[in-house]
């Protein structure tokens, strides 16, 4: 049994880590039609949030600098060894704190020259929230690199409490900052900087306590080889959103309200899909290292399961979250529904992204993943300087679709000629694809021909649950079979 796919427990960390990756993404999802509205923030103010949390995830890159991968492929190498284990998880968070306080410095120092990238005259004035910014990414790395190491060693406890409690504190400050610091942007900042201070410092004495004070630098010097490329593909993965927000924050501002708005719940999406895939990721390293030719129908069957799952997640909340964007907002930010489908679907490619990524991380091969990243940017960078001043937020969609398919195709490629696994390319590549392409033309009939937003989205529902049931039909039985017997005994 031990060498074949635990799939009840599978199923059962995926449940649990589906739920808590999906809590602190729920309550942004909650906070956002609570501060928005007449006499709150409109869709401008919205795009400013989005700029800010744009230049908060950059900060985090280089804080982290792939410190949640790092500890998840190390953490195998040391689990046994309790000395070992200590002076890892302990050098990888003192360099996370040494990181940061270099960064508050350096954007101390820069922030009278940040602003002026911005046409916005409020994001202009970088000074009044770059160190905030900075705290905020600062305490996103702790945390995410705990949840990592805790999801690797299954400390499941550990996994719920810093995940929800995040998000509850980030969530509740946010509200309060806005209310009653600034009804802007900036209370927003301010919010989440001083909610999620509490929880990474309680999770820096945790570490300390229980791994001790450590810095080595034979570990350091691993883990930058290992990390290095990694951050690479992180930044340049950043740019690839980013670009998008750079080119629409230059134009109307309302467009990138409605635009990041619908964006919000889209990365929310994304976020679940992660939390999926941190169920995913320790079974598949577990399997790759008692050998990937010998273990390759387990590694096939759960990035199978991982596929369902993923599509289940993404296209099942498109039509509630357009009648919730429908019912809660108002004015100019209520359009941002109509896009919500195509936007959604788009992140399957993320998906299967991920299945193809895995096995080049396990084998170290990290050095691909920029290579993989700068081919699409330039993709990205070019279609959104061509289509975006012509074509508002439907250019930025067609520059993610065009260079997220790009980089699927090619890490693809890369993944086969480093270590060969034969794929059924019609559940991982070919059906995927076909969804994607049913929603874009679903959208283009919607913006020529007036198909309502609703048909549209509940054609593709259709469409990807009935390919589900007839191209999954082992899987979709098992993963039927598994849930009603966990729910059952739970």
């Given at each position: 049994m031990?060498?074949?796919?635990?799939?009840?427990?599978?199923?059962?960390l995926?449940i649990?880590?589906t739920?808590v990756?999906?809590?602190?993404?729920?309550?942004?999802?909650?906070?956002?039609?609570?501060?928005?509205?007449?006499?709150?923030?409109?869709?401008?103010?919205?795009?400013q949030?989005?700029?800010?949390?744009?230049?908060?995830?950059?900060?985090?890159?280089?804080?982290?600098?792939?410190m949640?991968?790092?500890?998840?492929?190390?953490y195998?190498?040391?689990?046994?060894?309790?000395h070992?284990?200590?002076?890892?998880?302990?050098?990888?968070?003192?360099?996370?704190?040494?990181r940061?306080?270099?960064?508050?410095?350096?954007?101390?120092?820069?922030?009278?020259f940040?602003?002026?990238?911005?046409?916005?005259?409020?994001?202009?004035n970088?000074?009044?929230?770059?160190?905030a910014?900075?705290?905020?990414?600062?305490?996103?790395?702790?945390?995410?690199t705990a949840?990592?190491?805790?999801?690797?060693?299954?400390?499941?406890?550990?996994?719920?409490?810093?995940?929800?409690s995040?998000g509850?504190?980030?969530?509740?400050?946010q509200?309060?900052?806005?209310?009653?610091?600034?009804?802007?942007?900036?209370?927003?900042?301010?919010?989440?900087?001083?909610g999620?201070?509490?929880?990474?410092i309680?999770?820096?004495?945790?570490?300390y306590r229980?791994?001790?004070?450590?810095?080595?630098?034979?570990?350091?010097?691993?883990?930058?080889?290992?990390?290095?490329?990694?951050?690479?593909?992180?930044?340049?993965?950043?740019?690839?959103?980013?670009?998008?927000?750079?080119?629409?924050?230059?134009?109307?501002?309302?467009?990138?309200g409605i635009?990041?708005?619908?964006?919000?719940?889209?990365?929310?999406?994304q976020?679940?899909?992660?939390g999926?895939g941190?169920?995913?990721?320790?079974?598949?390293?577990?399997?790759?290292?008692?050998?990937?030719?010998e273990?390759?129908?387990?590694?096939?069957?759960?990035?199978?399961?991982?596929?369902?799952?993923s599509?289940?997640?993404?296209?099942?909340?498109?039509?509630?979250?357009?009648?919730?964007?429908?019912?809660?907002?108002?004015?100019?930010?209520?359009i941002?529904?109509?896009?919500?489908?195509?936007?959604?679907?788009r992140?399957?490619?993320?998906s299967?992204y991920?299945?193809?990524?895995?096995?080049?991380?396990?084998m170290?091969?990290?050095?691909?993943?920029?290579?993989?990243n700068?081919?699409?940017?330039?993709?990205?960078?070019?279609?959104?300087?061509?289509?975006?001043p012509?074509?508002?937020?439907?250019?930025?969609?067609?520059?993610?679709i065009?260079?997220?398919?790009?980089?699927?195709?090619?890490?693809?490629?890369?993944?086969?000629?480093?270590?060969?696994?034969?794929?059924?390319?019609?559940?991982?590549?070919?059906?995927?694809?076909?969804?994607?392409?049913?929603?874009?033309?679903?959208?283009?009939?919607?913006?020529?021909?007036?198909?309502?937003?609703?048909?549209g989205?509940?054609?593709?529902?259709?469409?990807?649950?009935?390919?589900?049931v007839?191209?999954?039909?082992?899987e979709?039985?098992q993963l039927?079979?598994?849930?009603?017997?966990?729910?059952?005994?739970?």
């Amino acid at each position: 049994m031990a060498n074949l796919v635990k799939t009840k427990e599978y199923f059962k960390l995926s449940i649990i880590y589906t739920f808590v990756a999906a809590f602190p993404s729920v309550l942004q999802l909650i906070v956002q039609p609570l501060i928005a509205g007449k006499g709150r923030l409109g869709a401008t103010d919205f795009g400013q949030i989005n700029i800010t949390e744009s230049i908060i995830t950059l900060l985090f890159i280089i804080c982290i600098f792939s410190m949640e991968s790092s500890i998840s492929r190390y953490y195998y190498d040391v689990r046994e060894d309790k000395h070992k284990f200590d002076q890892l998880v302990s050098t990888i968070f003192t360099g996370i704190l040494l990181r940061g306080a270099v960064l508050l410095g350096f954007v101390y120092l820069i922030s009278p020259f940040v602003g002026q990238i911005f046409k916005q005259e409020a994001l202009r004035n970088f000074g009044t929230y770059g160190i905030a910014l900075t705290i905020s990414a600062i305490n996103r790395s702790i945390v995410t690199t705990a949840v990592s190491l805790y999801r690797n060693e299954k400390n499941i406890n550990s996994f719920i409490l810093v995940n929800m409690s995040s998000g509850i504190f980030r969530a509740l400050f946010q509200v309060l900052g806005v209310f009653f610091f600034s009804m802007s942007f900036l209370g927003y900042v301010y919010g989440t900087a001083i909610g999620s201070s509490i929880i990474s410092i309680a999770v820096v004495i945790y570490v300390y306590r229980r791994s001790g004070f450590h810095f080595v630098k034979s570990i350091n010097k691993d883990l930058f080889g290992f990390a290095w490329p990694l951050l690479e593909y992180t930044v340049v993965g950043w740019g690839l959103m980013w670009l998008d927000r750079f080119f629409l924050e230059r134009g109307d501002p309302k467009q990138l309200g409605i635009y990041t708005n619908a964006m919000t719940y889209a990365v929310g999406i994304q976020l679940i899909i992660q939390g999926l895939g941190s169920a995913t990721q320790p079974e598949l390293f577990r399997f790759m290292s008692e050998g990937i030719n010998e273990r390759v129908e387990e590694i096939k069957k759960i990035s199978n399961m991982f596929i369902i799952q993923s599509l289940v997640i993404i296209i099942g909340a498109v039509i509630p979250t357009i009648l919730f964007i429908q019912m809660f907002f108002h004015g100019d930010l209520r359009i941002s529904a109509s896009i919500i489908s195509i936007v959604f679907v788009r992140y399957v490619l993320r998906s299967q992204y991920q299945v193809f990524a895995l096995p080049i991380m396990f084998m170290k091969r990290t050095r691909i993943f920029s290579t993989v990243n700068y081919i699409a940017l330039f993709a990205n960078l070019v279609l959104n300087w061509l289509l975006i001043p012509s074509m508002g937020f439907y250019g930025a969609i067609i520059a993610f679709i065009v260079a997220n398919s790009t980089q699927v195709i090619i890490i693809y490629y890369f993944q086969q000629k480093i270590v060969f696994i034969p794929w059924n390319l019609k559940k991982l590549m070919g059906f995927p694809f076909l969804v994607l392409l049913v929603s874009v033309l679903c959208e283009i009939c919607k913006y020529y021909l007036g198909l309502p937003v609703m048909i549209g989205a509940i054609i593709v529902t259709v469409v990807t649950f009935v390919g589900i049931v007839l191209l999954y039909k082992n899987e979709v039985h098992q993963l039927l079979q598994k849930r009603f017997k966990f729910l059952n005994n739970a």
